[in-house]
């Protein structure tokens, strides 16, 4: 059964960092692009962060670059996203997902369960 699982969410103050860590398990996805997708209360979800199958080419929400760095260590099957100077509005339930494919796209076919974020003022 292929599972992505994320971890590393919680409640922070405002500035604060977080970690965020999405581990595959069930099949490999070190050919594959992967992202990071959240969804804040009352509101859609959004692509937070997309990254292809080796790392070398990544995308960014244009209102979050400079404070998101999304990342993946292939050999640990584990995609990461770090997040700088958090802000309330950054509270949403943040979620990894793969695709298909190994270069970025906007179709994925396999998602996480979600993590919460809650960034306190």
């Known amino acids: 059964q292929v599972q992505l699982v994320e971890s590393g969410g919680g409640l922070v103050q405002a500035g604060g960092s977080l970690r965020l860590s999405c581990a595959a398990s069930?099949?490999?996805?070190?050919?594959?692009?992967m992202a990071w997708f959240r969804q804040a209360p009352g509101k859609e979800r959004e692509l937070v962060a997309a990254?292809?199958?080796?790392?070398?080419?990544?995308r960014y929400a244009d209102s979050l670059k400079g404070r998101f760095t999304i990342s993946r260590d292939n050999t640990k099957n584990t995609l990461y996203l770090q997040i700088n100077t958090l802000k309330p509005e950054d509270t949403a339930v943040y979620y990894c997902?793969?695709?298909?494919?190994?270069?970025?796209?906007?179709?994925?076919?396999?998602w996480g369960q979600g993590t919460q974020v809650t960034v306190s003022s």
């Open positions: 997902a793969a695709s298909l494919t190994s270069w970025l796209t906007d179709e994925y076919h396999y």
């Open positions: 990254i292809d199958w080796s790392g070398a080419d990544t």
């Open positions: 069930g099949r490999t996805f070190s050919r594959n692009a």
